[in-house]
């Protein structure tokens, strides 16, 4: 960070006039019209030859640097200039935020390549195998470099950038910009994340004085929870790529794979102490990375040397940020045949306008969207450079993916699971990502099965489906599919497996052989509810029977729920199994059928008629077997002691999901609520002040036992085990440590070089456990024998011995996939994770681990909703 304010020198590059120190004349066409002079006529003769657009500067009536700019004002700069020079820009709007704002691209291009845009996009698609319309693929294309801006709201130095990239390439007096758009097509995504970012500018701008004050402690370097970096719903839209959860991600990843670039850059920002970062990336690289994009990188990283170094500017590369998790704005891009990298300015999220570093410098925010713009131009010149290179590399690369496909598998089996809409979601999974999947023949195949890493046979049945790898996202789909993750390196960022069959619940196997696609299994037709039935029965198997609960509860329908299995005309029912009788649902009259029938057709869910209240075999109806589902009030508490990504988690599951109404509860307001308007209280991961002793947590203590049920989640499980609730933390194994330190104690000289390794000894960044689950507890209802779960921690629990259930469980040898430390993999054996306290009148729900993780564990979900709705009615 040393020197930075001496960027406003002489022109970054060559030809070009630096926008800051030159004030543009305003030439917007409008203001030409209300009289025609000499003038205006020169004017109009100009424009439409040289079509200029103001600066940034000029539109916004601010030097670029010296306030954050609103969404909004970003959004009509770009407007200005695609209305301006219409010649070389094109913007469309591809969706809307949760919170209603518009995203946005800007294409920039030639005039040649911007009037054939089209023919450029299909050509693309054509090199990538895509789009097969019989036409041949043409390598002499140019480069398509694609530029996001903003993913995290409170790094928000790249939108201001995107304007300045955007003005510099439009700039008539940049001549080099004109030679680099003859080979490159450059696309804007000017913020992916428009909600952060103005929650960010918005409450900075209400906390910034007349003056930037740069002292780090001041309160316009600390933001309020839940923090800018999120989007509406506390989610990391950096994680979300390949998963598509959030609007944002959905819409845009349409368009990204409508284009499919060669280059992806995704401009972040770190810590304000740090310099900046560029490719080449850290290890790991997961292995499906080609020697061609590991190298592309490194020229990158060096063009953008070269310009760091002329400024005198510090950077560094090949640390930190690795290419693993496959749902980052590099990682993703990565693996459907691009360049993909992050850029990371220090800055965020204490940055301000401007920050006093540790080495006795000032950081403004001015320094922070230079450097931006600086990594953004060089990486345009240096693909425009290569973009030969480029284009041909990518069709080898898609050529390969269809023709010789890597990894362990040719295909992959996934079983239909019957009842449940857990394929379901794999195939919208799939769709999403442009991954071609189809029904799977009838026949025999030989495979490894995931659940036992076993060869196995298998006999297809109606409705399952097979995945062939020889196909353009070959590699995309490996990764998502592959049983255990290929690491390189054990230091990573993130988590370390998510093996979509074991996320999603299902019975997959690898093939060693392509499967021809098989046809289509016939639909059922849903059945109409009516009065001619004694009751209609829900199988209680898959988040669209929640789903269905919910509307049902909504419209004030009384649903029972088995608590065993029964019989009934011949058919046979799991536990759980919802059962809608006319019997105590005379309040709704006539309406009542309807109500059932919509909600069932509305989210996929089958209705069973049940002739009689007597059952072949089980619990009658009138049983007390059969329990009415009280339809719970449900608080989640949020704030500053609370992680906001889980909160988020679990408001995304009641609010878009389920559709179900939940209070958003300050936790730091917890001694002035009045709990009793809620039957359900949720306490996501995070550090409560109310957990923090035992007379702290005396008035949760005495909710539960009047009635309350209490879902813990993560580390509020971990400090309500150091409370005498009936919950322990289960330690190390402390006797043979000792025993090992008598023997030698050379393993203390261990290496100053080696701590972060060491580190890894006891980490668990996240990787796949198999937990053995009760399912005769409500708890695990809808689920086998067994759960997998993603472990983020070595916390595991002694079993409960006394008034509680252990419901899911870790025993000796569960450790699945991912990478686990080899001290935390001795931790983690025999202890419980999902656990139930009977307490009074009401129960303690334990959740160790997040079954909502990033809303993509879909196996998870049930899990939760069953301790909202099932437990303890
Ligand atoms: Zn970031």
């Given at each position: 960070?040393?020197?930075?304010?001496?960027?406003?020198?002489?022109?970054?590059?060559?030809?070009?006039?630096?926008?800051?120190?030159?004030?543009?004349?305003?030439?917007?066409?409008?203001?030409?019209?209300?009289?025609?002079?000499?003038?205006?006529?020169?004017?109009?003769?100009?424009?439409?030859?040289?079509?200029?657009?103001?600066?940034?500067d000029?539109?916004?009536?601010?030097?670029?640097?010296?306030?954050?700019?609103?969404?909004?004002?970003?959004?009509?700069?770009?407007?200005?200039?695609?209305?301006?020079?219409?010649?070389?820009?094109k913007?469309?709007?591809?969706?809307?935020?949760?919170?209603?704002?518009?995203?946005?691209?800007?294409?920039?291009?030639?005039?040649?390549?911007?009037?054939?845009?089209?023919?450029?996009?299909?050509?693309?698609?054509?090199?990538?195998?895509?789009?097969?319309?019989?036409?041949?693929?043409?390598?002499?294309?140019?480069?398509?470099?694609?530029?996001?801006?903003?993913?995290?709201?409170?790094?928000?130095?790249?939108?201001?950038?995107?304007?300045?990239t955007?003005?510099?390439?439009?700039?008539?007096?940049?001549?080099?910009?004109?030679?680099?758009?003859?080979?490159?097509v450059?696309?804007?995504?000017?913020?992916?994340?428009?909600?952060?970012?103005?929650?960010?500018?918005?409450?900075?701008?209400?906390?910034?004085?007349?003056?930037?004050n740069?002292?780090?402690?001041?309160?316009?370097?600390?933001e309020?929870?839940?923090?800018?970096?999120t989007?509406?719903?506390?989610?990391?839209?950096?994680?979300?790529?390949?998963?598509?959860?959030?609007?944002?991600?959905?819409?845009?990843?349409?368009?990204?794979?409508?284009?499919?670039p060669?280059?992806?850059?995704?401009?972040?920002?770190?810590?304000?102490?740090?310099?900046?970062?560029?490719?080449?990336?850290?290890?790991?690289?997961?292995?499906?990375?080609?020697?061609?994009?590991?190298?592309?990188?490194?020229?990158?990283?060096?063009?953008?040397?070269?310009?760091?170094?002329?400024?005198?500017?510090?950077?560094?590369?090949?640390?930190?940020?690795?290419?693993?998790?496959?749902?980052?704005?590099?990682?993703?891009?990565?693996?459907n045949?691009?360049?993909?990298?992050?850029?990371?300015?220090?800055?965020?999220?204490?940055?301000?306008?401007?920050?006093?570093?540790?080495?006795?410098?000032?950081l403004?925010?001015?320094?922070?969207?230079?450097?931006?713009?600086?990594?953004?131009?060089?990486?345009?010149?240096?693909?425009?450079?290569?973009?030969?290179?480029?284009?041909?590399?990518?069709?080898?690369?898609?050529?390969?993916?269809?023709?010789?496909?890597?990894?362990?598998?040719?295909?992959?089996?996934s079983?239909?699971?019957?009842?449940?809409?857990?394929?379901?979601?794999?195939?919208?999974?799939l769709d999403?990502?442009?991954?071609?999947?189809?029904?799977?023949?009838?026949?025999?195949?030989?495979?490894?099965?995931?659940?036992?890493?076993?060869?196995?046979?298998?006999?297809?049945?109606?409705?399952?489906?097979?995945?062939?790898?020889?196909?353009?996202?070959?590699?995309?789909?490996?990764?998502?599919?592959?049983?255990?993750?290929?690491?390189?390196?054990?230091?990573?960022?993130?988590i370390?497996?998510?093996?979509?069959?074991y996320v999603?619940?299902?019975q997959?196997?690898?093939?060693?052989?392509?499967?021809?696609?098989?046809?289509?299994?016939?639909?059922?037709t849903?059945?109409?509810?009516?009065?001619?039935?004694?009751a209609?029965?829900?199988?209680?198997?898959?988040?669209?029977?929640?789903?269905?609960?919910?509307?049902?509860?909504?419209?004030?329908?009384?649903?029972?729920?088995?608590?065993q299995?029964?019989?009934?005309?011949?058919q046979?029912?799991?536990?759980?199994?919802?059962?809608?009788?006319?019997?105590?649902?005379?309040?709704?009259?006539?309406?009542?059928?309807?109500?059932?029938?919509?909600?069932?057709?509305?989210?996929?869910?089958?209705?069973?008629?049940?002739?009689?209240?007597?059952?072949?075999?089980?619990?009658?109806?009138?049983?007390?077997?059969?329990?009415l589902?009280?339809?719970?009030?449900?608080?989640?508490?949020?704030?500053?002691?609370?992680?906001?990504?889980?909160?988020?988690?679990?408001?995304?599951?009641?609010?878009?999901?389920?559709?179900?109404?939940?209070?958003?509860?300050?936790?730091?307001?917890?001694g002035?609520?009045?709990?009793?308007?809620?039957?359900?209280?949720?306490?996501?991961?995070?550090?409560?002040?109310?957990?923090?002793?035992?007379a702290?947590?005396?008035?949760?203590?005495?909710?539960v036992?009047?009635?309350?049920?209490?879902?813990?989640?993560?580390?509020?499980?971990?400090?309500?085990?150091?409370?005498?609730?009936?919950?322990?933390?289960?330690?190390?194994?402390d006797?043979?440590?000792?025993?090992?330190?008598?023997?030698?104690?050379?393993?203390?000289?261990?290496?100053?070089?080696?701590?972060?390794?060491?580190?890894?000894?006891?980490?668990?960044?996240?990787?796949?456990?198999?937990?053995?689950?009760?399912?005769?507890?409500?708890?695990?209802?809808?689920?086998?024998?067994?759960?997998?779960?993603?472990?983020?921690?070595?916390?595991?629990?002694?079993?409960?011995?006394e008034?509680?259930?252990?419901?899911?469980?870790?025993?000796?040898?569960?450790?699945?996939?991912?990478?686990?430390?080899?001290?935390a993999?001795?931790?983690?054996?025999?202890?419980?994770?999902f656990?139930?306290?009977?307490?009074?009148?009401?129960e303690?729900?334990?959740?160790?681990d997040?079954?909502?993780?990033r809303?993509?564990?879909?196996?998870?979900?049930?899990?939760?909703c069953?301790?909202?709705?099932?437990?303890?009615?």
């Open positions: 960070m040393q020197k930075l304010t001496e960027r406003t020198g002489g022109p970054l590059f060559e030809g070009q006039t630096s926008a800051l120190s030159v004030k543009r004349t305003k030439f917007p066409r409008r203001a030409v019209l209300p009289t025609f002079s000499l003038f205006s006529g020169l004017l109009f003769f100009i424009t439409s030859f040289a079509q200029t657009a103001p600066s940034p000029v539109f916004l009536g601010y030097k670029l640097g010296d306030h954050f700019t609103p969404h909004y004002k970003i959004i009509n700069y770009f407007k200005e200039v695609a209305k301006d020079v219409p010649s070389q820009v913007l469309e709007q591809y969706g809307e935020t949760y919170e209603g704002r518009p995203l946005i691209l800007a294409f920039i291009a030639s005039p040649e390549n911007l009037q054939r845009l089209e023919d450029i996009r299909r050509n693309n698609l054509r090199l990538a195998g895509v789009l097969k319309d019989g036409a041949s693929a043409d390598e002499n294309a140019p480069a398509i470099v694609w530029l996001s801006y903003n993913v995290h709201g409170n790094e928000p130095s790249s939108s201001e950038a995107a304007m300045k955007l003005y510099s390439l439009v700039d008539p007096a940049n001549a080099r910009s004109r030679e680099w758009l003859q080979h490159t450059i696309v804007i995504d000017p913020c992916i994340n428009p909600d952060g970012r103005d929650r960010y500018v918005n409450w900075f701008t209400m906390a910034v004085g007349k003056n930037a740069p002292d780090p402690q001041s309160r316009e370097h600390h309020p929870w839940p923090g800018g970096r989007n509406h719903y506390n989610f990391d839209l950096n994680r979300d790529w390949a998963w598509q959860t959030q609007i944002e991600t959905q819409q845009r990843l349409k368009k990204y794979n409508a284009w499919l060669q280059v992806h850059v995704d401009f972040h920002e770190q810590g304000y102490n740090n310099p900046y970062y560029f490719a080449p990336a850290a290890e790991p690289y997961h292995d499906v990375i080609t020697p061609w994009q590991r190298d592309f990188q490194i020229q990158i990283g060096k063009n953008n040397a070269r310009y760091f170094d002329s400024h005198g500017w510090l950077y560094f590369t090949k640390e930190e940020f690795d290419l693993f998790y496959p749902s980052y704005g590099d990682t993703y891009p990565t693996y045949g691009a360049i993909g990298m992050t850029f990371e300015q220090g800055g965020s999220p204490r940055g301000g306008l401007a920050v006093a570093t540790a080495n006795e410098d000032t403004t925010l001015a320094d922070r969207l230079e450097h931006h713009y600086t990594t953004g131009i060089s990486t345009i010149e240096v693909s425009s450079r290569n973009a030969g290179g480029l284009i041909k590399e990518f069709h080898k690369y898609f050529t390969d993916a269809r023709e010789r496909p890597g990894g362990e598998f040719k295909a992959w089996l079983r239909n699971d019957q009842y449940s809409d857990r394929l379901a979601r794999l195939k919208v999974l999403k990502n442009n991954i071609e999947w189809a029904p799977a023949p009838a026949g025999s195949y030989t495979g490894i099965h995931y659940e036992t890493g076993k060869p196995a046979t298998i006999k297809a049945a109606s409705g399952d489906i097979v995945i062939n790898a020889n196909q353009p996202r070959s590699n995309l789909l490996r990764v998502l599919f592959e049983r255990t993750s290929h690491i390189s390196d054990s230091v990573t960022y993130d370390t497996a998510w093996s979509v069959p999603y619940g299902l997959a196997y690898g093939l060693n052989a392509f499967v021809a696609p098989g046809t289509a299994p016939q639909q059922v849903p059945v109409e509810a009516g009065a001619s039935a004694y209609y029965a829900i199988r209680w198997t898959g988040m669209n029977n929640v789903r269905c609960l919910s509307q049902l509860l909504a419209k004030g329908v009384k649903v029972r729920y088995a608590e299995a029964f019989q009934s005309g011949g046979d029912f799991e536990k759980g199994t919802l059962l809608i009788t006319a019997t105590g649902n005379g309040a709704l009259g006539d309406r009542l059928w309807p109500v059932v029938t919509a909600a069932a057709k509305s989210t996929g869910v089958i209705l069973y008629p049940i002739a009689s209240g007597f059952v072949d075999k089980g619990a009658d109806f009138g049983s007390g077997h059969v329990h589902i009280h339809k719970p009030k449900v608080g989640v508490l949020t704030g500053e002691q609370v992680s906001s990504l889980n909160a988020g988690e679990v408001w995304h599951l009641f609010d878009q999901e389920l559709d179900y109404p939940i209070s958003q509860l300050d936790a730091g307001d917890l002035r609520l009045d709990l009793r308007n809620y039957d359900v209280l949720i306490m996501p991961n995070g550090y409560y002040r109310s957990l923090a002793d035992k702290a947590a005396e008035p949760l203590r005495n909710w036992q009047a009635g309350g049920r209490l879902i813990l989640m993560e580390n509020a499980v971990a400090q309500l085990s150091k409370l005498e609730w009936g919950l322990k933390e289960k330690g190390t194994d006797k043979k440590d000792n025993d090992k330190k008598k023997d030698e104690d050379y393993s203390l000289l261990h290496h100053y070089g080696d701590r972060q390794r060491e580190e890894v000894m006891s980490s668990v960044p996240g990787s796949i456990y198999r937990v053995e689950l009760d399912n005769t507890h409500p708890l695990a209802f809808g689920y086998p024998d067994r759960y997998y779960t993603l472990k983020q921690d070595d916390n595991v629990y002694e079993f409960i011995k008034g509680g259930w252990n419901v899911g469980v870790i025993k000796k040898d569960n450790y699945v996939s991912g990478f686990t430390g080899n001290k993999k001795e931790k983690l054996k025999d202890g419980l994770i656990g139930v306290q009977d307490m009074g009148r009401g303690v729900v334990y959740m160790a997040d079954p909502l993780f809303s993509f564990w879909e196996n998870g979900k049930l899990l939760f069953n301790a909202v709705f099932l437990v303890g009615q």
